[in-house]
């Protein structure tokens, strides 16, 4: 079975709910996915000040802290990270950052990529997060999945790049119904490049 890595930077809950079910749904597509979380030292601090935090605090800090080894043993790697002023987070780009050796050795190349991101102002201030991600998998050599276009969907406020979830103010607009319908069609197209 084809492993998938997704892994995560949640602060508000929201990447996490979107990664938890991403795994669900690709584990009943026969994909072995399993979700990681980068270092985050101060998530304790945003537990104690935001509610959204608190909500999935235990859950998130229970996740597996993701390693280049991780990576190294995925067949897919998907990331997850809250927008932050159009980017991704401090803590992914941190954890990005330890990857270096990998773009030089080529140790990622054709493995494949997605992503997601939650906002909390427009799709299009998470579609230059998902940019963002994408040009990091470019530099390793990964091939990036994307959304893409579907007219089976009634409705589709998405980029073609990835998912974007518009969180609202502190993030407190949880993961929609739609955004659920979206997924599972973005599962689909994932599942079929990794089944054996």
């Not at 998902?130 to 007219?151: C, E, K, N, R």
């Not at 319908?181 to 054996?196: C, W």
Request: overall charge negative; some cysteine; proline content about 4%.
């Amino acid at each position: 079975m084809k492993r998938c890595s997704i892994i995560i930077h949640s602060v508000s809950g929201n990447c996490y709910i979107i990664g938890s079910y991403l795994r669900e749904l690709l584990a009943v597509r026969n994909v072995d996915a399993r979700l990681y979380r980068v270092d985050d030292p101060d998530l304790h601090i945003w537990a104690n000040t935001q509610e959204t935090t608190n909500d999935y605090y235990e859950d998130i800090l229970a996740l597996p802290i993701v390693s280049t080894s991780t990576l190294l043993k995925s067949d897919m790697i998907i990331l997850g990270s809250p927008t932050r002023f159009g980017n991704i987070s401090a803590e992914m780009k941190t954890f990005l950052d330890t990857t270096l050796p990998l773009s030089k050795d080529k140790g990622l190349e054709t493995k494949f990529f997605a992503c997601f991101t939650s906002c909390s102002n427009s799709t299009c201030e998470g579609a230059h997060t998902l940019t963002s991600m994408i040009y990091w998998a470019q530099s390793m050599g990964m091939l990036h999945i994307p959304f893409g276009v579907h007219d089976e969907l009634d409705f589709c406020d998405q980029p073609v790049s990835g998912i974007v979830h518009l969180a609202g103010k502190e993030g407190a607009i949880r993961p929609s119904d739609r955004l659920g319908k979206e997924m599972e069609v973005y599962a689909d197209t994932l599942s079929a490049y990794i089944q054996e």
